[in-house]
């Protein structure tokens, strides 16, 4: 599966984006979520759609600022990110998973495909 991350730029502080992550394949039996890693810093998890069900999952820090959504007919993922801070500064990753259980969708370890990156920067 090879996925397809887009939509990154430079925004001010309480801007908004929106990234794309299209796959290769049909997307309505995998999971798909979005990680970031800032420089010097480990990969973190941000957001994740479960596969078939319709639930979400959102790290702490970006929780009622960012929305994940998907469109199974395009093979498509989006992540709406609102109210950007300087420390959403990051590339961002899209992930894609077909056998994730649900106890490991925060983990990095748990994504077997990974797309290239999109480097969105919040600065004023």
């Known amino acids: 599966v090879q996925l397809q991350a887009s939509g990154g730029g430079s925004v001010q502080p309480g801007g908004s984006l929106r990234l794309s992550c299209t796959a290769s394949?049909?997307?309505?039996?995998?999971?798909m979520a979005w990680f970031r890693q800032a420089p010097g810093k480990e990969r973190e998890f941000v957001a994740a759609?479960?596969?078939?069900?319709?639930?979400?999952h959102y790290a702490d820090s970006v929780k009622g600022r960012f929305t994940i959504s998907r469109d199974n007919a395009k093979n498509t993922m989006y992540v709406q990110m609102n109210s950007l801070k300087p420390e959403d500064t990051a590339v961002y990753y899209c992930?894609?998973?077909?056998?994730?259980?649900?106890?490991?969708?925060?983990?990095?370890?748990?994504?077997?495909?990974w797309g290239q990156g999109t480097q969105v920067t919040v600065s004023s």
């Open positions: 992930a894609s998973d077909t056998s994730l259980i649900l106890s490991r969708v925060r983990q990095v370890d748990g994504y077997k495909y």
């Open positions: 394949r049909r997307t309505s039996s995998t999971t």
């Open positions: 759609a479960f596969r078939w069900s319709s639930s979400t």
